[in-house]
C-alpha cells in the first residue's frame, strides 16, 4: 500500500447497489493510500454515494453537501465528490447548487477515481465525469473486505435495466442491462470467502435476466457454481422481476442448499390497469399464479415485495386492489413508497397525477395493514428452530427477555428469510451458523436461545 495520504468520508444513500459501490471506492482509495473515517470533519475527502429513485433521496444528497462550503472554510484542502445515480442524472448541473463541489462522477467512473483525484491536487477545478461505459467496471481491487469485516456482502453481478417501467430512473442512471463475466464474480466470491465472509446477496435490477444479452452462464448455472464454493454458505439476491420469474430459478431455490429460502419480488400494485401504465409486463392473475408456484415447490419460502402508492390514475379502487393483493399474498415485508415523479420518466407526464396528501394517507394505511402480516409471519416462527448466521454482538439492551441472563452477551444474526434474530451467547463469533430456538416474536425482530 502506498503512504498515509489522509482520510476519506463515504456517505452512501440509496439500494445495495450503492453500498457495493461505496466498497469500491474506499477500496480504490485505499490502494492510493487513504483510510477510511466515520467522523466527517477528519476527511480529506468526502464522497457522497447518492440515488434518484425518489425526490426525497435526491434532496438528501444536495443537503449533505451544502454543508460542503462550511467545511472548506475549516480545510482548504478538502475535496468533495458527488457520486452515483444523482450525479448521472444530472452532470455539470450540479455544480449550479453547490458550487464548492470538486468532482461529479457518475454511476460508470468509479475506475477513475483516483485520477481525478489527483488532478484536483494538482489545481484542476470542477471535472464532470458520466460517459457511460458498455461493459462493468471489473478490475476489482484484492481488498475489498478491508476496514469492514462483515460476514456477509453484496455483489453486483450486473447493472442498469431494459425494462424501461414508467415510473423509474434506472435505466437512465445506470444505463442498457450489462452482465459481468462470471469468472470475474466467482473470483471475487471466492477472494471475499477467504477473506471471513460467510453469505453473499447477489445484486442486479433483474438478475433473472443475468448472462442472457451475453449468452453467458444463466443465472441458475451461476447461483450452482458460486454453492461450489466451500467457505460461502449462504446465497441471498436481489431482485427479480415477475414477469422473468422462471421454473428454473425456482428449481434452484428449491434443490441448491445455499440458496436461501427468500425471494423479493417486486408487484408494484394490485390493479391491472395501474401494472399497464407502469409498464410491468404482468397482471395480477400471472402475478399470483407465480407466487402458487413458487409456494408449492418451497412451502416455507419467505417473501417480500415493493409496492408503489398513488401513481398515476390511481383511483380508491386500484388502491383497494392493492390492499387485497397483500391481504391475499401475506407478504413477509414490504418496502411501500409514494410514487414519486423522475426527470425523463414517461410516469411524469402522465395526467390524473395524484395529490401528495392522498399519497401520504394510502401508504400509511397500506403499511398498518402490512404490518398486521409481518407480525403474524414472525409469531408463527415462535417455537420452531431456526438456522441462524451470527452478525455479531446486539445493540439490543433494554426490556429483554429472560433477565435472569442479562450478564451473557447479546448477539445478532439473520435467519435464512431475512428475520433478525436476537439471542444470549457466550463465546459465539461473527459467522458462526447456528440452530436458534425462536421464543419471542416482535414487529420486526424475533428473540430465541441457542438449541
Ligand atoms: N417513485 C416511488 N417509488 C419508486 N420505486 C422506483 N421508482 C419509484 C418512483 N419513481 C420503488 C419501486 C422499486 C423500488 C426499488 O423503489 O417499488 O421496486
Ligand atoms: Fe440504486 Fe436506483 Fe437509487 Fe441508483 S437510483 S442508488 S440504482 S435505487
Known amino acids: 500500500m502506498s503512504r498515509f495520504k489522509g482520510y476519506v468520508y463515504i456517505y452512501t444513500i440509496g439500494c445495495q447497489m450503492n453500498v457495493y459501490d461505496s466498497e469500491k471506492f474506499f477500496s480504490i482509495l485505499h490502494l492510493i493510500g487513504y483510510e477510511k473515517t466515520e467522523i466527517l470533519d477528519n476527511a480529506d475527502i468526502i464522497i457522497c454515494n447518492t440515488c434518484s429513485i425518489r425526490e426525497k433521496a435526491q434532496e438528501k444528497a444536495f443537503s449533505f453537501l451544502g454543508t ?21 442524472q444530472e452532470g455539470a448541473n450540479v455544480f449550479k447548487r453547490i458550487p464548492k463541489l ?8 468509479l475506475k477513475r477515481i483516483g485520477k481525478h483525484i489527483k488532478a484536483i491536487q494538482l489545481g484542476k477545478r470542477r471535472i464532470t465525469d458520466i460517459k457511460e461505459e458498455k461493459e462493468i467496471f471489473e478490475t476489482m481491487p484484492d481488498n475489498l473486505n478491508i476496514n469492514n469485516k462483515k460476514v456477509s456482502k453484496f455483489v453486483t453481478i450486473m447493472q442498469g435495466c431494459n425494462n424501461f417501467c414508467t415510473y ?37 435490477q433483474n438478475v433473472n435476466s443475468y448472462g442472457k444479452k451475453e449468452g453467458i452462464t444463466s443465472f441458475s448455472e451461476l447461483l450452482g457454481k458460486i454453492s461450489e464454493i466451500d ?7 436481489a431482485t427479480s422481476h415477475p414477469r422473468d420469474l422462471s421454473d428454473d430459478l425456482i428449481f434452484a431455490i428449491k434443490n441448491i442448499d445455499k440458496v436461501c429460502n427468500h425471494l423479493h419480488l417486486p408487484v ?24 402458487e408456484k413458487l409456494r408449492t415447490q418451497c412451502p416455507e419460502i419467505a417473501l417480500s415485495s415493493d409496492i408503489i ?56 394505511e397500506l403499511l398498518k395493514i402490512q404490518d398486521l402480516f409481518t407480525k403474524k409471519k414472525n409469531q408463527a416462527l415462535v417455537g420452531k428452530i431456526q438456522s441462524v448466521l451470527v452478525e455479531g454482538k446486539s445493540l439490543r439492551k433494554r426490556n429483554t427477555p429472560e433477565p435472569e441472563k442479562q450478564i451473557l452477551p447479546q448477539m445478532t444474526g439473520r435467519t435464512e428469510s431475512g428475520k433478525i434474530v436476537h439471542f444470549y451467547g457466550e463465546n459465539i463469533k461473527a459467522g458462526d451458523i447456528l440452530n436458534i430456538k425462536i421464543k419471542n416474536a416482535y414487529p420486526h425482530s424475533l428473540w430465541g436461545g441457542i438449541c
Open 68 to 88: 460542503i462550503a462550511d467545511k472548506k472554510k475549516k480545510n482548504p484542502k478538502l475535496i468533495s465528490i458527488m457520486a452515483g445515480c444523482v450525479a448521472q
Open 102 to 109: 470538486d468532482i461529479v462522477v457518475g454511476t460508470c467512473a
Open 168 to 204: 423509474c430512473i434506472v435505466p437512465f442512471v445506470r444505463g442498457r442491462e450489462k452482465s459481468r463475466n462470471p469468472e470475474n464474480i466467482l473470483k471475487e466470491i471466492r477472494n471475499l470467502g477467504s477473506n471471513g465472509v460467510k453469505e453473499v446477496t447477489l445484486l442486479g
Open 231 to 237: 467457505s460461502i454458505k449462504r446465497i441471498r439476491f
Open 268 to 291: 408494484q400494485s394490485g390493479s391491472d390497469k395501474i401494472l399497464k401504465k407502469m409498464n410491468r409486463g404482468y397482471t395480477k392473475e400471472i402475478y399470483l399464479e407465480k407466487i
Open 309 to 364: 402508492v398513488g401513481f398515476p390514475f390511481e383511483i380508491k379502487h386500484d388502491f383497494n386492489e392493492t390492499v387485497e393483493l397483500i391481504k391475499q399474498v401475506e407478504f413477509d415485508s414490504i418496502f411501500a413508497f409514494a410514487y414519486s415523479g423522475r426527470p425523463g420518466t414517461k410516469a411524469l407526464k402522465f395526467s390524473n397525477q395524484i395529490n401528495e396528501q392522498e399519497k401520504k394517507e394510502r401508504l400509511n
